[in-house]
Protein backbone atom coordinates (compact mmCIF):
# COMPACT_ATOMS: atom_id res chain seq x y z
CA UNK A 1 0.00 0.00 0.00
CA UNK A 2 1.69 3.11 -1.17
CA UNK A 3 0.87 6.72 0.40
CA UNK A 4 -1.17 9.05 -1.82
CA UNK A 5 1.52 11.54 -3.70
CA UNK A 6 0.66 14.77 -1.84
CA UNK A 7 1.74 13.45 1.64
CA UNK A 8 5.71 12.30 2.57
CA UNK A 9 6.87 10.91 5.82
CA UNK A 10 9.91 12.37 7.51
CA UNK A 11 11.67 11.05 10.66
CA UNK A 12 13.96 13.26 12.66
CA UNK A 13 15.58 12.99 16.14
CA UNK A 14 14.28 15.19 19.02
CA UNK A 15 16.96 17.80 18.93
CA UNK A 16 16.81 18.22 14.63
CA UNK A 17 13.05 19.90 14.93
CA UNK A 18 12.75 22.96 14.51
CA UNK A 19 10.66 25.39 16.55
CA UNK A 20 7.99 25.63 13.66
CA UNK A 21 8.03 21.47 13.64
CA UNK A 22 7.56 21.70 17.40
CA UNK A 23 4.57 24.05 17.06
CA UNK A 24 3.01 21.53 14.37
CA UNK A 25 3.52 18.87 16.79
CA UNK A 26 1.85 20.59 19.64
CA UNK A 27 -1.07 21.65 17.82
CA UNK A 28 -1.60 17.92 16.22
CA UNK A 29 -1.10 16.13 19.72
CA UNK A 30 -3.74 18.37 21.59
CA UNK A 31 -5.89 18.19 19.00
CA UNK A 32 -6.11 14.44 19.19
CA UNK A 33 -5.76 13.38 22.29
CA UNK A 34 -7.86 15.17 24.97
CA UNK A 35 -5.77 14.73 28.09
CA UNK A 36 -2.62 16.09 26.16
CA UNK A 37 -1.58 19.54 27.72
CA UNK A 38 -1.39 22.04 25.12
CA UNK A 39 2.33 23.45 24.32
CA UNK A 40 3.71 20.30 25.04
CA UNK A 41 5.49 17.65 22.72
CA UNK A 42 6.09 15.03 24.79
CA UNK A 43 4.31 13.14 27.53
CA UNK A 44 5.94 12.29 29.89
CA UNK A 45 9.55 11.99 28.20
CA UNK A 46 10.91 13.49 24.99
CA UNK A 47 11.05 10.66 22.08
CA UNK A 48 14.01 9.45 20.08
CA UNK A 49 12.70 10.05 17.15
CA UNK A 50 9.49 11.24 15.04
CA UNK A 51 8.11 10.01 12.32
CA UNK A 52 6.04 12.80 10.74
CA UNK A 53 3.63 12.94 8.07
CA UNK A 54 2.66 16.39 5.60
CA UNK A 55 0.79 16.74 3.28
CA UNK A 56 2.46 19.52 1.48
CA UNK A 57 3.83 22.00 4.36
CA UNK A 58 0.88 20.64 6.79
CA UNK A 59 1.55 18.29 9.55
CA UNK A 60 -1.32 15.67 9.41
CA UNK A 61 0.32 13.00 11.45
CA UNK A 62 2.69 11.87 14.18
CA UNK A 63 4.23 8.94 15.55
CA UNK A 64 7.16 9.28 18.15
CA UNK A 65 9.82 6.12 18.63
CA UNK A 66 10.80 5.58 22.07
CA UNK A 67 14.06 2.97 22.31
CA UNK A 68 13.93 1.01 25.86
CA UNK A 69 15.39 -1.77 27.86
CA UNK A 70 12.04 -3.53 29.39
CA UNK A 71 12.42 -6.48 31.67
CA UNK A 72 10.40 -9.51 31.11
CA UNK A 73 10.71 -12.63 33.23
CA UNK A 74 14.17 -13.40 33.13
CA UNK A 75 14.78 -11.43 29.69
CA UNK A 76 15.90 -7.85 29.00
CA UNK A 77 15.56 -6.66 25.80
CA UNK A 78 15.84 -3.94 23.69
CA UNK A 79 12.16 -2.35 21.96
CA UNK A 80 11.15 0.25 20.24
CA UNK A 81 7.54 2.44 22.07
CA UNK A 82 5.51 3.26 19.41
CA UNK A 83 3.42 6.71 20.92
CA UNK A 84 1.63 9.99 20.37
CA UNK A 85 0.75 7.83 17.27
CA UNK A 86 -2.31 10.16 15.59
CA UNK A 87 -3.49 11.70 12.49
CA UNK A 88 -5.47 15.10 12.08
CA UNK A 89 -9.48 13.85 11.57
CA UNK A 90 -9.54 15.19 7.92
CA UNK A 91 -6.73 12.54 6.86
CA UNK A 92 -8.38 9.11 8.72
CA UNK A 93 -8.80 6.26 6.55
CA UNK A 94 -6.49 7.19 4.39
CA UNK A 95 -3.85 4.19 5.95
CA UNK A 96 -0.77 7.40 7.24
CA UNK A 97 -1.00 5.53 10.59
CA UNK A 98 -0.12 2.45 8.91
CA UNK A 99 2.24 4.08 6.72
CA UNK A 100 3.97 5.53 9.35
CA UNK A 101 4.00 2.14 11.77
CA UNK A 102 5.60 0.34 8.83
CA UNK A 103 8.04 3.17 8.75
CA UNK A 104 9.32 2.66 12.53
CA UNK A 105 9.38 -0.77 11.88
CA UNK A 106 12.12 -0.12 8.98
CA UNK A 107 13.74 2.44 11.22
CA UNK A 108 13.77 -0.21 14.18
CA UNK A 109 14.65 -3.57 12.29
CA UNK A 110 17.66 -1.48 10.65
CA UNK A 111 19.47 -0.54 14.31
CA UNK A 112 18.85 -4.38 15.61
CA UNK A 113 15.90 -3.57 17.59
CA UNK A 114 13.61 -6.99 17.60
CA UNK A 115 10.21 -5.60 19.02
CA UNK A 116 7.93 -2.79 18.81
CA UNK A 117 5.78 -2.08 21.61
CA UNK A 118 2.56 0.43 22.02
CA UNK A 119 0.25 0.84 24.53
CA UNK A 120 -3.47 1.88 23.48
CA UNK A 121 -6.55 0.45 23.19
CA UNK A 122 -6.87 1.02 19.68
CA UNK A 123 -7.52 -3.06 19.39
CA UNK A 124 -8.38 -3.12 15.79
CA UNK A 125 -5.67 -1.23 14.29
CA UNK A 126 -2.69 -2.50 16.17
CA UNK A 127 -4.01 -6.17 15.11
CA UNK A 128 -4.14 -5.06 11.36
CA UNK A 129 -0.48 -3.60 11.52
CA UNK A 130 0.57 -6.78 12.89
CA UNK A 131 0.91 -6.48 16.70
CA UNK A 132 0.01 -9.12 19.54
CA UNK A 133 -2.19 -8.06 22.38
CA UNK A 134 0.13 -9.38 25.45
CA UNK A 135 -1.83 -9.27 29.05
CA UNK A 136 1.50 -9.13 31.80
CA UNK A 137 1.34 -7.61 34.88
CA UNK A 138 3.27 -4.76 34.48
CA UNK A 139 5.60 -2.42 36.50
CA UNK A 140 6.47 1.47 36.20
CA UNK A 141 7.59 4.63 37.36
CA UNK A 142 4.68 6.45 37.35
CA UNK A 143 4.67 10.32 37.90
CA UNK A 144 2.39 13.72 37.43
CA UNK A 145 3.50 16.78 36.98
CA UNK A 146 6.98 16.65 37.28
CA UNK A 147 6.95 14.55 40.01
CA UNK A 148 7.97 10.70 40.84
CA UNK A 149 4.79 8.99 42.22
CA UNK A 150 6.15 5.54 42.91
CA UNK A 151 6.22 2.19 41.26
CA UNK A 152 2.91 0.85 39.74
CA UNK A 153 2.52 -2.72 39.35
CA UNK A 154 -0.41 -4.37 37.78
CA UNK A 155 -1.92 -5.56 34.29
CA UNK A 156 -2.58 -3.13 32.12
CA UNK A 157 -5.45 -5.54 30.55
CA UNK A 158 -6.03 -5.59 26.62
CA UNK A 159 -3.24 -2.13 26.53
CA UNK A 160 0.06 -3.95 25.86
CA UNK A 161 1.18 -4.50 21.97
CA UNK A 162 4.10 -6.37 21.01
CA UNK A 163 5.28 -6.28 17.02
CA UNK A 164 8.00 -9.29 16.89
CA UNK A 165 10.53 -7.68 14.00
CA UNK A 166 12.96 -10.91 14.33
CA UNK A 167 11.89 -14.45 14.89
CA UNK A 168 12.53 -14.54 18.33
CA UNK A 169 9.35 -15.02 20.47
CA UNK A 170 7.90 -12.74 23.31
CA UNK A 171 9.04 -14.10 26.54
CA UNK A 172 6.68 -15.44 29.56
CA UNK A 173 7.09 -13.39 32.81
CA UNK A 174 6.04 -10.05 33.89
CA UNK A 175 7.01 -6.91 32.05
CA UNK A 176 9.15 -4.32 33.96
CA UNK A 177 9.17 -0.84 32.02
CA UNK A 178 12.44 -0.34 34.07
CA UNK A 179 10.73 3.66 34.01
CA UNK A 180 8.15 5.17 33.18
CA UNK A 181 5.97 3.96 30.59
CA UNK A 182 6.04 5.32 26.55
Known amino acids: MAIAPDFHLTHQGEFDLSPADAISISDLLHASFDQYPAGRIFFPQPPHLR????????????????????????????????????????????????????HVSTLAKKRGISLLMALSGEKEFFSDVGFEEIDPKCTWLAYLGGKSLGLCR???HGDVWVKPLTERPWPEGDLDFLGPMF
Open 154 to 156: RPL
Open 51 to 102: ILCWQKSDLVGHAAGVIREVRVGEHTMMVMGVADLCVAVPNHRQHLATKMVE
